[in-house]
């Protein structure tokens, strides 16, 4: 393709979008709100993932070892379970860290009376993990270590966080699925819309000899322009309003803050503004693509 | 325009276009074009004429390679139309000119940049686009309307640009049908008298046409179609009416 053509070939995409400018909109409009639709949910999502995994951070196991084992077999047991891959983090509490927790927690100065240390036998390995549906995985295996004594854990945090973690998952998939056919749909009835109306000078284009890729490009790049201004409305307006409805519910209730983390807003935009545009381009590039397709045959 | 140098060869060489036994159905109905036998050589002038529904638009169609035959042979500027790849089929139709009676002109393009779109097809350069389109407008005698929107001109206007459309990549054959099937009889005849003179330069002209007055003086090849048969193929030949 010689450049002069190439340009021509960016030009008329360029122009086409003034050309028809109605189903330009339309276009643009359809794209947009599904990709709004899209980042919203994306929004949402990862904030949702955000709140259960710092929950999840916070589900540990406690090891306590057998009475008057060695600090030597202690560190071995320590090492054994860091090497553990669903293993993320590991802390020893020694006995008297483990009472003075106790007293600060739930006696005050009422613990002062205590001449021993009730919780002599309670050093113990808190334990948390990178993946709470492990956990059982790992009580199994720690249960089975020479030396532990007893292993406690949340099976209920972990069984309800493993489940809310599915339930977003299949619940994500799903809209994303149902997102992209609606927006496949729309587009698709949007082009041909648009296509039918310029059928004639695809069949003049063609009865001078242009090839189906000098007929095409214009349309595909029309299509990518299209998808990509689609896709990049939507993120504007989705930035401002994150920041809007993140720093309202940080404000309202401000007592929440403790319990939930949000996401920032660029940590969304860091994934979210690729994905957009990339799914704005593509749609673009297909729905233009597969349409023109169906009227070169002549 | 330049004009095209006519090569000396054999008859078999000279034999633009062949047409044998050609016959052409569609899906629903009785077939279009039956037996249908025509050889056409380089430089010739030839009228089609016919009634609705003769087969005319059939087989200028064919001849465009916009429909393909049902059975027969047909052959154009050597391409084997039946046989041609669809890759094949743009660099074919680069060497055929065509006209139709709706001009067919991009409506949202000026005058000038219809006639370019010709050229940028076959990947001309900028350069020699700026020199050609001046040049062909002038022999179609609108060299002083190249800004002009289609729906700014006249009938008679916009088949000229039509005409300029078809003639800058210099085609071999020049399609026209109903070429003055929307314009008044001045406008007609001076579209008729640009086509004699391209092809007295050396194109190929068929003109597909339902008028009866134009066939009849210009004493030219005319072939004659009757409900997809060749009734008539008569050198100097005039409109035979249907009765």
């Given at each position: 393709m010689r450049i002069s053509s190439f340009f021509y070939t960016l030009r008329q995409g360029?122009?086409?979008?003034?050309r028809n400018k109605l189903f330009t909109l339309a276009s643009i409009a359809t794209i947009g709100a599904c990709l709004f639709l899209f980042g919203l949910f994306y929004a949402i999502v990862t904030n949702f993932e955000h709140i259960v995994r710092t929950a999840e951070e916070g589900v540990s196991v406690w090891v306590f070892f057998?009475?008057?084992?060695?600090d030597i077999r202690i560190q071995q047991i320590g090492d054994m379970i860091a090497k553990r891959p669903e293993v993320s983090d590991i802390n020893f509490v020694s006995a008297e860290e483990a009472w003075e927790g106790f007293k600060e927690e739930y006696l005050g100065e009422y613990g002062d009376g205590f001449t021993e240390n009730p919780l002599e036998n309670s050093a113990n390995y808190q334990v948390y993990l990178n993946d709470v549906s492990m956990q059982t995985a790992l009580v199994t295996y720690l249960e089975s270590v020479d030396g532990v004594r007893q292993v406690n854990r949340s099976e209920l945090a972990a069984t309800t966080l493993t489940g809310v973690n599915a339930l977003i998952a299949y619940v994500s998939v799903g809209i994303i699925v149902i997102l992209l056919a609606v927006s496949i749909f729309l587009i698709s009835n949007t082009v041909t819309i648009g296509i039918s109306v310029r059928k004639e000078e695809i069949n003049i284009m063609k009865y001078i000899g242009a090839t189906d890729f000098f007929v095409r490009s214009p349309f595909v790049v029309e299509g990518?322009?299209?998808?990509?201004?689609?896709?990049?409305?939507?993120?504007?307006?989705i930035y401002t309003l994150y920041n809007i409805v993140l720093s309202y519910v940080m404000e309202r209730f401000s007592m929440l803050s403790s319990l939930l983390s949000f996401v920032t807003v660029e940590e969304v935009f860091?994934?979210?503004?690729?994905?957009?545009?990339?799914?704005?381009?593509?749609?673009?590039?297909?729905g233009s693509f597969t349409t023109v397709r169906k009227h070169l045959r002549v | 325009m330049a004009t095209k140098k006519r090569k000396k060869s054999t008859a078999a060489d000279k034999e633009i276009i062949t047409l044998t036994n050609v016959c052409k159905?569609?899906?629903?109905?009785?077939?279009?074009l039956k037996d249908v036998n025509l050889h056409i050589s380089r430089g010739e002038f030839v009228f089609i004429v016919g009634d609705s529904g003769s087969g005319k638009s059939t087989l200028i169609k064919l001849l465009l390679r916009e429909l393909t035959i049902t059975s027969g042979y047909i052959n154009v500027m050597g391409y084997d139309l039946s046989k041609i790849k669809h890759r094949k089929i743009p660099k074919f139709r680069r060497n055929l000119g065509i006209v139709f009676q709706d001009f067919r002109l991009l409506k949202d393009r000026n005058v000038y940049d219809n006639v370019a779109f010709a050229q940028r097809i076959i990947q001309k350069s900028n350069k020699e686009i700026k020199k050609n389109v001046p040049s062909i407008l002038a022999i179609v005698g609108l060299a002083g309307k190249y800004k002009a929107k289609p729906k700014q001109l006249s009938g008679g206007e916009q088949q000229r640009v039509a005409l300029a459309r078809a003639l800058i990549n210099q085609p071999t054959i020049l399609l026209a049908d109903e070429p003055t099937g929307n314009l008044d009889p001045k406008n007609s005849w001076e579209i008729m008298k640009l086509l004699e003179q391209i092809n007295e330069n050396g194109t190929t002209v068929i003109v597909v046409t339902?008028?009866?007055?134009?066939?009849?003086?210009?004493?030219?090849?005319?072939?004659?179609l009757k409900r997809g048969v060749i009734v008539s193929d008569e050198e100097k030949g005039g409109y035979i009416d249907e009765d």
């Amino acid at each position: 393709m010689r450049i002069s053509s190439f340009f021509y070939t960016l030009r008329q995409g360029f122009r086409n979008l003034f050309r028809n400018k109605l189903f330009t909109l339309a276009s643009i409009a359809t794209i947009g709100a599904c990709l709004f639709l899209f980042g919203l949910f994306y929004a949402i999502v990862t904030n949702f993932e955000h709140i259960v995994r710092t929950a999840e951070e916070g589900v540990s196991v406690w090891v306590f070892f057998d009475e008057g084992l060695e600090d030597i077999r202690i560190q071995q047991i320590g090492d054994m379970i860091a090497k553990r891959p669903e293993v993320s983090d590991i802390n020893f509490v020694s006995a008297e860290e483990a009472w003075e927790g106790f007293k600060e927690e739930y006696l005050g100065e009422y613990g002062d009376g205590f001449t021993e240390n009730p919780l002599e036998n309670s050093a113990n390995y808190q334990v948390y993990l990178n993946d709470v549906s492990m956990q059982t995985a790992l009580v199994t295996y720690l249960e089975s270590v020479d030396g532990v004594r007893q292993v406690n854990r949340s099976e209920l945090a972990a069984t309800t966080l493993t489940g809310v973690n599915a339930l977003i998952a299949y619940v994500s998939v799903g809209i994303i699925v149902i997102l992209l056919a609606v927006s496949i749909f729309l587009i698709s009835n949007t082009v041909t819309i648009g296509i039918s109306v310029r059928k004639e000078e695809i069949n003049i284009m063609k009865y001078i000899g242009a090839t189906d890729f000098f007929v095409r490009s214009p349309f595909v790049v029309e299509g990518m322009l299209i998808g990509l201004i689609g896709a990049a409305i939507p993120l504007g307006f989705i930035y401002t309003l994150y920041n809007i409805v993140l720093s309202y519910v940080m404000e309202r209730f401000s007592m929440l803050s403790s319990l939930l983390s949000f996401v920032t807003v660029e940590e969304v935009f860091h994934v979210l503004v690729p994905v957009s545009l990339g799914l704005g381009v593509g749609i673009g590039f297909l729905g233009s693509f597969t349409t023109v397709r169906k009227h070169l045959r002549v | 325009m330049a004009t095209k140098k006519r090569k000396k060869s054999t008859a078999a060489d000279k034999e633009i276009i062949t047409l044998t036994n050609v016959c052409k159905a569609y899906s629903t109905g009785a077939p279009a074009l039956k037996d249908v036998n025509l050889h056409i050589s380089r430089g010739e002038f030839v009228f089609i004429v016919g009634d609705s529904g003769s087969g005319k638009s059939t087989l200028i169609k064919l001849l465009l390679r916009e429909l393909t035959i049902t059975s027969g042979y047909i052959n154009v500027m050597g391409y084997d139309l039946s046989k041609i790849k669809h890759r094949k089929i743009p660099k074919f139709r680069r060497n055929l000119g065509i006209v139709f009676q709706d001009f067919r002109l991009l409506k949202d393009r000026n005058v000038y940049d219809n006639v370019a779109f010709a050229q940028r097809i076959i990947q001309k350069s900028n350069k020699e686009i700026k020199k050609n389109v001046p040049s062909i407008l002038a022999i179609v005698g609108l060299a002083g309307k190249y800004k002009a929107k289609p729906k700014q001109l006249s009938g008679g206007e916009q088949q000229r640009v039509a005409l300029a459309r078809a003639l800058i990549n210099q085609p071999t054959i020049l399609l026209a049908d109903e070429p003055t099937g929307n314009l008044d009889p001045k406008n007609s005849w001076e579209i008729m008298k640009l086509l004699e003179q391209i092809n007295e330069n050396g194109t190929t002209v068929i003109v597909v046409t339902h008028n009866r007055e134009i066939v009849n003086a210009m004493q030219k090849r005319v072939v004659t179609l009757k409900r997809g048969v060749i009734v008539s193929d008569e050198e100097k030949g005039g409109y035979i009416d249907e009765d």
